[in-house]
Antibody, heavy 123, light 107 residues
Framework: EVQLVESGGGLVQPGGSLRLSCAAS????????MDWVRQAPGKGLEWVGR??????????EYAASLKGRFTISRDESKNLLFLQMNSLKPEDTAVYYC??????????????WGQGILVTVSS | DIQMTQSPSSLSASVGDRVTITCRAS??????LAWFQQKPGKAPKSLIS???TLQSGVPSRFSGSGSGTDFTLTISNLQPDDFASYYC?????????FGQGTKVEIK
C-alpha cells in the first residue's frame, strides 16, 4: 500500500526557515517522480515543485514564484522527500501535500497524496 | 503559464442528479488533464487522469471527457458521498496549474 506521511510543519516567524519531510513507502521511491502541492486556508491548490526520478538524476522543477526560496531534495536511503523553505512569508501559510506522480499516457500526473501538513508563518 | 478556468465555482444539486463541471485551458493541453475530489479537511483524491481514464476504485458514475482546451467532469446519479470540491489540473507543461475549484453542495 502506498503511504506518504508528511512531517516538520508548524509555526515559524516571517523570514524564518522550515524543512518538511515526506516518508514514502509501498513503492520504489527512486523510480518515481514526487511533487509538493500546497493549499492556503480556504483557497485552491497550488503546485510547488517536482523531483524527478533517480534515472533523471533527481532533477527538479519549481513554480517560478517560489524558485530561489524553496528547494526539493531526497534521501534515497531513507525514502524521504524534503521541502526546504527559506525566507518564509505570511503568504506561504498553507497545508503542504507530498504527492507521488504516476506515469501514464506520456506524462506524469499527481496520483497519490499524503495527508498534508500545516505550515503557519506568523509573528 | 497555462490558465485553467473551471465553471461553475459552486453548484447545488440533489441526490440522484446529473452534474457537469467544465474546465477550459488557455492553450492546447491534449488530454493531459486530471480531476481531483477534495472533502473538507482531507487531501485531494485522484479521480480521473488523461482526461477520461477513471482511477482504480472510483465509481463508474464519474466520467471525464474532452481534449485540447475543453474538458468536462460528469457525475451521474449524484450520491451523498459526492458532495465535495472538485479541481481540474493540467500536466502538459510546467508549471502544473489547477482550476479554481467547484464546490458541489446539497440542494
Amino acid at each position: 500500500e502506498v503511504q506518504l506521511v508528511e512531517s516538520g510543519g508548524g509555526l515559524v516567524q516571517p523570514g524564518g526557515s522550515l524543512r518538511l519531510s515526506c516518508a514514502a513507502s509501498g513503492f520504489t521511491f527512486s523510480e518515481d517522480y514526487m511533487d509538493w502541492v500546497r493549499q492556503a486556508p480556504g483557497k485552491g491548490l497550488e503546485w510547488v515543485g517536482r523531483s524527478r526520478s533517480k534515472a533523471k538524476r533527481y532533477s527538479t522543477e519549481y513554480a517560478a514564484s517560489l524558485k530561489g526560496r524553496f528547494t526539493i531534495s531526497r534521501d534515497e536511503s531513507k525514502n524521504l522527500l524534503f521541502l526546504q523553505m527559506n525566507s518564509l512569508k505570511p503568504e506561504d501559510t498553507a497545508v503542504y501535500y507530498c504527492v507521488r506522480a504516476i506515469y501514464y499516457s506520456g506524462k506524469n500526473y499527481l496520483g497519490y497524496w499524503g495527508q498534508g501538513i500545516l505550515v503557519t508563518v506568523s509573528s | 503559464d497555462i490558465q485553467m478556468t473551471q465553471s461553475p465555482s459552486s453548484l447545488s444539486a440533489s441526490v440522484g442528479d446529473r452534474v457537469t463541471i467544465t474546465c477550459r485551458a488557455s492553450q492546447d493541453i491534449s488530454t493531459y488533464l486530471a480531476w481531483f475530489q477534495q472533502k473538507p479537511g482531507k487531501a485531494p483524491k485522484s479521480l480521473i487522469s488523461a482526461a477520461s481514464t477513471l482511477q482504480s476504485g472510483v465509481p463508474s458514475r464519474f466520467s471525464g471527457s474532452g481534449s485540447g482546451t475543453d474538458f468536462t467532469l460528469t457525475i451521474s446519479n449524484l450520491q451523498p458521498d459526492d458532495f465535495a470540491s472538485y479541481y481540474c489540473q493540467q500536466h502538459s507543461k510546467f508549471p502544473l496549474t489547477f482550476g479554481q475549484g467547484t464546490k458541489v453542495e446539497i440542494k
